[in-house]
């Protein structure tokens, strides 16, 4: 069976995500309004070919869902049935998806730091096959194939956004440690910055009942709260040592002899042997595409050993080296909640079995605060606080032979003892005891190990294995692409530049150059220069 993967839910109607499906159920009963499961045999193939649901947003009536899939392509469903209203292509992979209050603006980041607007429904003028490309102008990072509209862009990968509630301003952060304030939607106008991360920034928040404060988490050991339009940083949360034990899903760590390519998701992923600078380099080694797939993570998201190649061209093979892992602390959901006792900030990581919380730092505080755990003994997908109850969405296959348990899993929040207790479905509603008992969407393991439920482990730090790394993903898919002569000298340049680095690369299925300098740890290789004899006479060349 599929895990649940994302969940929304409103008084009337909810919606739950599974794999490349989503169930539309009454909140109240439980009762199954549509699902993607129960579509024509036409309409069931596109959604397979899709891939699985990375992103999904429904309005505030809960009358349109809208998806991404591994395809890149932007559907937007009517939940009545449901049917597909429209879909467009995205320009690279999303990295976070948003809908405004009115539900008519649907926002859209990107992994080269872009995010752009499109309409709820595309002019019917220009949708389909007579769709034409936006040029991309000086600011965006490339072409965006459906005609959205720039807001702002970054220079490193953008991993999560917000509007503030007056969406007035909308806050952005990325991989380099920086948090963006910008006016909305003139995102060219920037407010402010929120400096102080040392790692990456992953998730971010507006508490309901302060709006003047943003918490923000990722990869360091502890969550910031900040005053965001002045910039200013007021507390910080230590949480490491209370979620550093209850991570079980572990980064791979960067290989430094080995550079890879990757091209779009159907392609075969190659790799190959790259020696240290000043040392001796090995064979080129073609991984193929049975060896490829074992080098990936199993289904519980923990990497296994790849073969590398440490001996000269003719010298014997060596042993099998293991693959180094690295713990990764990677922020996924922060949210907050108000009681009669105080404020709360609750909080999950990436590959982590705990639901954490904590009360709500405050001048007064001569400490920081107490975080409390709750364990699942599963990996920890996503969570939602609705109606006072925490529903928290499990990895309930993780782990080798394991024996498959609820996927969907409800705590409450006890203010006498300030800490999360379990509550069955009864306590809950009919709602917990359908997602749990039927529809569920069924899987097999390879589709199960497809998800990548933890590829944010690997995504976010600098430091991770390069294979991973999704700055990389299209670059060789738009490696036969011309030089439009439209643009500017400045971008041209980088267009040639970029072209370069892909005729690099793209020589490791030739084999490896002994004459190219390798380039050191987050520095972009030199294209090799290449000299020509002169004739004896010193004239020119025939």
């Known amino acids: 069976m ?164 007056d969406e007035r301003f909308i806050i952005t952060a990325d991989r380099d440690e920086h948090i963006r304030v910008s006016w909305y939607p003139q995102g060219y106008n920037i407010e402010m910055f929120c400096l102080g991360h040392k790692r990456f920034v992953s998730a971010l928040h507006i508490p309901a009942f302060d709006h003047s404060l943003l918490v923000s988490g990722g990869g360091d050991p502890v969550l910031k709260v900040w005053d965001w339009m002045t910039g200013k940083e007021k507390y910080e949360i230590p949480i490491q040592e209370s979620a550093g034990p209850f991570i ?134 996503d969570f939602y606080v609705h109606d006072s109850l925490f529903w928290v969405l499990v990895d309930d296959g993780w782990g080798e032979g394991s024996v498959e348990s609820n996927p969907v899993q409800c705590v409450k929040w006890l203010d006498e003892s300030q800490k999360f207790i379990s509550i069955n479905s009864a306590e809950a509603s009919p709602l917990l005891h359908v997602l749990n008992s039927e529809y569920r969407p069924p899987a097999s393991p390879d589709q199960r190990k497809h998800l990548d439920l933890y590829a944010d482990l690997s995504w976010f730090p600098k430091n991770i294995d390069p294979t991973r790394d999704p700055m990389k993903d299209d670059i060789l898919a738009n490696a036969e692409s011309g030089i439009p002569e439209e643009l500017s000298i400045r971008q041209q340049g980088r267009l040639k530049h970029k072209k370069a680095l892909i005729a690099k690369l793209q020589k490791g299925e030739s084999g490896h150059d002994s004459t190219a300098t390798p380039a050191t740890p987050g520095e972009e290789p030199e294209p090799k220069k290449v000299k020509q004899d002169r004739p004896a006479d010193g004239g020119r060349r025939e």
């Open 248 to 381: 079980v899903v572990k980064g791979k760590k960067r290989r430094w002899f080995e550079e890879a390519e990757m091209s779009d998701e159907n392609s075969t992923v190659r790799a190959r042997k790259k020696g240290r600078k000043g040392k001796s380099k090995g064979k080129a080694k073609e991984i193929s595409e049975q060896d490829a797939d074992m080098e990936g993570a199993v289904d519980d998201g923990s990497p296994v050993p790849a073969i590398t190649e440490d001996t000269p061209e003719d010298g014997p093979q060596e042993s099998i080296r293991p693959e180094v892992e690295e713990l990764v602390l990677a922020i996924h959901r922060i949210d907050s909640f108000e009681t009669t006792r105080g404020k709360h900030l609750v909080f999950n990581a990436v590959g982590c079995t705990s639901l954490f919380a904590c009360t709500f730092p405050s001048q007064d505080d001569t400490s920081s605060p107490m975080i409390q755990t709750f364990s699942f003994s599963k990996p920890v997908i």
């Open 2 to 165: 599929y895990p649940y993967t994302r969940l929304h839910l409103g008084k009337t109607r909810s919606v739950a995500v599974a794999g490349p499906h989503f169930l539309v159920l009454e909140s109240q009963t439980g009762k199954l309004e549509g699902s993607t499961t129960n579509l024509d045999e036409r309409n069931a193939v596109d959604v397979l070919k899709s891939g699985p649901i990375r992103f999904s947003a429904v309005d505030t009536e809960f009358e349109h869902l809208v998806t991404v899939g591994d395809d890149k392509k932007l559907k937007v469903w009517g939940l009545d049935g449901p049917k597909i209203r429209s879909q467009r292509d995205l320009p690279k992979r999303p990295t976070s998806l948003s809908l405004t209050k009115d539900g008519q603006t649907i926002l859209v980041s990107d992994k080269f730091g872009d995010v752009f607007s499109y309409s709820l429904h595309p002019d019917p003028s220009v949708e389909g096959p007579t769709l034409t490309k936006r040029s991309r102008d000086s600011l965006s990072a490339h072409e965006n194939p459906s005609g959205g509209t720039l807001v702002l862009g970054h220079v490193s990968l953008l991993t999560d956004f917000i509007l503030t509630p």
